[in-house]
């Protein structure tokens, strides 16, 4: 496995730890920014949680250079990075769309790794 592709596991690892951290925070009740309607926290904590366990799958699914790990981990992280836009933007949302961010753009520069033809020897 290339080097690059540890790099963007590792950053996808980060993304679903920085999810799973949040699913935590809402369920427990200390995000500050918050409104107090149960419904809403619990919604958010499970579509975090849900968004946690998906990046652990593209995780693994990662290390089997496919053409569809890198199309799903793309449109992933991307749709990722457009709803953390869409909020205001602080300095840790800030610092979540970077995480996001750097393993899309190491995808791509590493996009012939994923998209290589099976049978085909590349290095």
Known sequence: MNKSVLIIRGF???????WLAFAVIVVTGNHPALPDSEPYQWSLAISAFVSAVFLL???????????????????????????????????????VLVV?????VILIKERNWFLRKRGTTQG
């Open 12 to 18: 996808v690892l980060l993304n679903a730890m920085i």
């Open 100 to 104: 996001t961010l750097i393993p899309v």
């Open 57 to 95: 799958l593209l995780n693994f699914l990662l290390k089997t250079s496919t053409k569809i790990a890198f199309i799903l981990t793309i449109a992933f992280l991307i749709l990722i990075a457009l709803l953390t836009i869409m909020d205001d933007l602080g300095w840790i949302d800030f610092l």
